[in-house]
């Protein structure tokens, strides 16, 4: 079994780069191997793929989208499905996961058993700002602002489409919460006594570090699901959900402070 090769790169460039390494080797099965169907060479193409990938050690689930890629692309011309729709489902895409090629961020949305837990956690008495790093369609955060009324509760989010349906669902339910359009990366953390993030692996120690930076002592930082590597969490709540998640809790801590137990 060859040894996989670790590599800092843009997890979408080194598909690309497995796809077009597949490509040239099924170029040259062509010319010296006996005739083979287009779908027999797709697969073909889509095996070696698979292969590169797993020998560069990219992530378990990349295996079988460069398998499958060529492959269903040949399956579905077949078809002869009109171009457009291949348009409007690239169109789609972009607009509902943003950059996700570069962030590594997809959609996740929290589950009700997630707000339920939240709702309980978060402080009942006391005002506070919360804010939701990559807030989706906004429910998480409609749904903690009606039952939450001490807390001022804001989402950012990168991908056009929910943070449409977010800011509308908002105007509707005249929800007091704050969606805004734009990257977590530029938010200044330090306005935010509670931040909540649900995203993947990939930003974690980047996140890290921004919270380290930019939190202020005595403040929160809560991961859903995913979390910082090396850095063990104050506390953890088990959510009881189709996904099995768990919540993180760190608190942000100064070298001269000793910080109560409740938020």
Partial sequence: MPT???TNCSPALLALFSQLIALTVTVLLVIV?????????????????????????????????????????????AFEFPPVWFGIGFITLVLVYGKTYQTQVPLYLSSYAVTQALSTYLPQKKDFSFIDLGCGCGGLLSALSKTKTNGAFHGIEAALLPYLIGKTKNLLTKSSCNI?????????LSHYDIVYAYLSPAPMKMLWEKICGEM??????????????????????EINDFSGSTLYIWRIKSDNDALGSEP
Wanted: some cysteine; charged content about 10%.
């Fill in 216 to 237: 202020r002592p005595g403040s929160i930082f809560i991961s859903n699901t995913f979390m910082i590597p090396g850095v063990a969490p104050d506390s953890c709540i």
């Fill in 180 to 188: 805004q359009c734009g990257d977590l990366w530029k938010q200044n």
């Fill in 33 to 77: 191997s006996p005739p083979l169907t287009i779908f027999e060479l797709a697969l073909v193409q889509g095996i070696l793929a698979a292969f590169i990938s797993y020998f560069l050690k990219m992530a378990a689930w990349w295996i079988p989208i460069q398998l499958c890629f060529l492959p269903v692309m040949v399956a579905t011309l």
């Fill in 4 to 6: 996989a090769i670790k």
